[in-house]
Nanobody, 132 residues
Framework: QVQLEESGGGLVQPGGSLSLSCEVP?????????MGWFRQAPGHEREFVAA????????YYTDSVKGRFFISRDNEKKTVGLQMSGLKPEDTAVYYC????????????????????????WGRGTQVTVSS
């Protein structure tokens, strides 16, 4: 089993910025895995935030974060990052990174990249709180 590890969460004021990072300690090449970020606020279901394809050629974002969040990956370091700017109180949640190994039925499309059931491995989460 692969345990992902997030870092970088914290408290930030509205309009501020925060960067999250996640280690993906897979034993094979990181290019075999697509990666994503999800979040879960109290009383809400886990929701998709952003995802990135195997070589970083494709990125996907939920509408509410487009233009504010940026996902990236470093295949050599086996990490995925999420740069967040223009943060709003409604961005407050526990943020989880996730990864999945290439699946024949999941080509580069928003549907499978945004579905939590597609992902094989998850982190424990890091808290992001946006408040004044």
């Amino acid at each position: 089993q692969v345990q992902l590890e997030e870092s970088g969460g914290g408290l930030v004021q509205p309009g501020g910025s925060l960067s999250l990072s996640c280690e993906v300690p897979v034993s094979d090449s990181a290019t075999n895995y697509a990666m994503g970020w999800f979040r879960q606020a109290p009383g809400h279901e886990r929701e998709f935030v952003a995802a990135i394809g195997w070589s970083g050629e494709s990125t996907y974002y939920t509408d509410s974060v487009k233009g504010r969040f940026f996902i990236s990956r470093d295949n050599e370091k086996k990490t995925v990052g999420l740069q967040m700017s223009g943060l709003k109180p409604e961005d407050t949640a526990v943020y989880y990174c996730a990864a999945f190994r290439a699946k024949y039925w999941c080509t580069a499309n928003f549907g499978c990249f945004s579905h939590p059931g597609t992902y094989d491995y998850w982190g424990r989460g890091t808290q992001v709180t946006v408040s004044s």
